[in-house]
């Protein structure tokens, strides 16, 4: 692999392939057509790098997510494509001929070359990053698959973390990358139409190309420092990390409306009136806080509700999983390790009661799939695995 093969890459927003050993920084945006703050942010950074020559350690990519759906401003053509990321599509996919494919497998597919040859191209640890904005009103925040490297990296930002999205959500190109052992994290912005979004992803990149290395905090001083005060005031709450514990999907017959004025983060209490659909009330079935809810057309997720995670929570589950303790979820009955792959646990639903599933979380483990009538628990921490 040879970085002219990335010169004229129609998928890249654009790239710096630095001459030194060092971190691998891959930035992608526009995974949803209507957010393109990212993408404004991108071009914004990258301007500014080659404007004021700012000198770059190891290698920096900016990548186009749903580029036919950013022409649109749609979220997608025809599918999420931040919900069809598996290794088995991906095989798949490389047996097909592109003329059978929908639109969003096409970039899908263009996606994963171009980071097949990122990952052969370069030495250094990588780092992906997603860059989204949402369709309420938010404060910045991160998502996160819940791997110690991830929570690791998201403690550079002064932002709320909201761990284990992958249980609710299939397919994110995130999740994807995490499987294989790589740092990957989301950053959501703010809302998509918010001017301040686009500033705040800058914020966020410069915070990341400084964290990992990739750019020398002097370098950037005065500006970034400016960024990094807007990024600190926007962060109203102070509690770090939050969890996932119900997703309201949308089916495809549903005529689903979120009540108006929900704020991302907003406190809500059981049985509280959030939404409609067609014309039945939908009220919160657990008390929390509401997150993402839904005030745009496209997407099928209705509405989250989250709750802080405590700080012994996170110490505990650190401790846990340094010491492999999770080894010992192997021996409980109805418990079995999956003969295949080494980061599954295959578990009987009835020993996956609702305690027993914080077990299993505090020993980095998701539930990811129901497989014949058997859930599929999935460790989050992970060795680097071969790419597919
Ligand atoms: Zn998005």
Known sequence: MHKDSFKNNKR?????????????????????????????????????????????????FFVYGNSKALKLKKRYVDTDLNRIWSSEHILKLKETPEAEMISEEREQIEIYLLIKNIIEYCKGKFYFIDLHTTS???????????????????????????????????????????????????FEAGQHKDTESVRNCESFIWKSLIHTGCVKKKEVNDYQKELDQLLKSKCTNKYRFFQIIFRYEIRPEENFKMLAGFENFDKIIQDQLLAENNGVEVRAVKSGRIFMPLYQSQGDDGFFIIRRVSKFW????????????????????????????????IVDPKTAKFMAKQIFHLFGYRQQVLKDNKLHFIKRDRKILPFP
């Open 314 to 345: 996170i110490n505990a589950s650190i401790v846990a999983r340094r010491l492999h303790a999770h080894n010992f979820l192997r021996i409980l009955p109805g418990v079995k390790k999956d003969p295949g792959n080494k980061y599954i646990l």
């Open 12 to 60: 890249l927003i654009g790239y710096f392939t630095g001459k030194s050993k060092g971190p691998a920084v891959i930035i992608f945006s526009g995974i949803h057509g209507n957010e393109d703050a990212g993408v404004k942010a991108s071009k914004n950074i990258i301007k500014k790098i080659k404007k004021d020559k700012i000198s770059i350690k190891g290698n920096l």
């Open 136 to 186: 309420s009103k938010t404060f910045p925040f991160i998502t996160i698959s819940d791997s110690l490297n991830n929570r690791k990296f998201s403690s550079a930002f002064p932002l709320p973390t909201v761990l284990g999205i992958e249980e609710y959500l299939p397919g994110p190109l995130l999740t994807f990358m995490n499987e294989f052992g790589y740092i990957a994290l989301g």
